[in-house]
């Protein structure tokens, strides 16, 4: 069922639970290539290495660093979907065996 924000909850059985905490843990020092597409008016993009483990906040300082466009204004997709600053890689259904790909936008 979905709720107003159009999320949807769904109950994960403990020993799956434990399973995927145990995945992500693995994954979490592992290395994944990222490819940042920068935002309009540029046409650019920056390649990136980062662990698996690292969290969205910490993408954004270093990408704001780069393009020197302050870190609270930048928004980052993946896959159409707002990736939010607590989240890690981990938690977003990211595969360390390909190129992540994220836009980056500014927010107006």
Avoid: R, W
Avoid at 16 to 29: D, I, M, R
Avoid at 38 to 63: R, W, Y
Avoid at 79 to 106: A, G, R, W
């Amino acid at each position: 069922m979905a709720g107003k924000l159009g999320l949807k909850l769904v109950v994960v059985p403990p020993k799956e639970q434990e399973e995927l905490q145990h995945e992500k843990e693995l994954n979490s020092g592992q290395d994944i290539k990222i490819t940042f597409n920068l935002p309009p008016p540029s046409t650019s993009s920056i390649q990136h290495t980062a662990k698996m483990g690292h969290n969205i906040e910490e993408l954004k300082a270093f990408v704001a660093q780069q393009i020197g466009i302050p870190y609270d204004s930048l928004v980052f997709t993946y896959k159409d979907k707002v990736m939010l600053n607590p989240l890690t890689l981990n938690d977003i259904p990211v595969s360390p065996s390909e190129v992540c790909v994220i836009n980056v936008t500014e927010k107006k």
